[in-house]
């Protein structure tokens, strides 16, 4: 059973330029949360996303937007990339309405570099 | 509104001597609260994670965690460290519904032999 899968493993882009990164939930999951973690500290949340809608999102830009697919897969898009968008971007997987059995799984990310 | 602070950037022990990792919270609902793993260049691994059940709460690799509404704290304690601990752990705070994530700034655990 395959977990989490993130691509591309590392990407690097020049800024003002737009990325698409892409993320397959973990077998059975329905719901894709995204982080982004600059070097040196804890992932921040970027958004969530449950039947293909925007449940809920944290205090980022516009630039970042999203979508979700039937299959449950994802994907995280980035506009007019700034040399601060450099970081790891972690996607993770769960289950809606989990209650005590809830988890969340996370994929190893995606490294973006801006330059 | 929720938020997680983790009192220690770094904390280091010898191997054999106990682990604590402090951590506290806020919440305006009942929280539900995990402890992450992150070795480097790898993926978060979940601890242990505390849903309104049992307030101490046992996880992977010996490590438990004890959630006092009282203090507003959820520290991860291990009795004795081994080598392979050494990584970055990270306290996260998610409301009832688990639809947004809240992690600390996460502590860098270094184990000496």
């Known amino acids: 059973d395959a977990g989490v899968t993130q691509s591309p493993t590392h990407l690097i882009k020049t800024r003002g330029q737009q990325v698409t990164l892409r993320c397959s939930p973990k077998?059975?999951?329905?719901?894709v949360s995204w982080y982004q973690q600059a070097l040196g500290q804890g992932p921040q949340f970027i958004f969530q996303?449950?039947?293909?809608?925007?449940?809920q999102r944290g205090n980022f830009p516009d630039r970042f937007s999203g979508h979700q697919f039937p299959n449950y897969s994802s994907e995280l898009n980035v506009n007019a990339l700034l040399l601060g968008d450099s970081a790891l971007y972690l996607c993770?997987?769960?289950?809606?309405?989990?209650?005590?059995?809830?988890?969340?799984?996370f994929g190893p990310g995606t490294r973006l570099t801006v330059t | 509104a929720q938020s997680v602070t983790q009192l220690d950037s770094h904390v280091s022990v010898s191997e054999g001597t106990p682990v604590l990792l402090r951590c506290n919270y806020s919440s305006s609902y009942s929280p539900s609260l995990f402890w992450y793993v992150q070795h480097p260049n790898k993926g978060l691994q979940l601890l242990l994670k505390y849903t309104s059940a049992a307030t101490l709460v046992k996880g992977i690799n010996g490590f438990e965690a004890e959630f006092k509404k009282s203090e507003t704290s959820f520290h991860l304690t291990k009795p004795s460290a081994h080598m392979s601990d050494a990584a970055e752990y990270f306290c996260v705070v998610t409301p009832y519904n688990f639809n947004k994530f809240y992690f600390g700034s996460g502590t860098k655990l270094n184990v000496k032999p």
């Open positions: 996303y449950y039947e293909e809608e925007e449940r």
């Open positions: 077998s059975g999951h329905d719901t």
């Open positions: 993770a997987s769960s289950l809606d309405g989990g209650g005590s059995s809830y988890e969340q799984y």
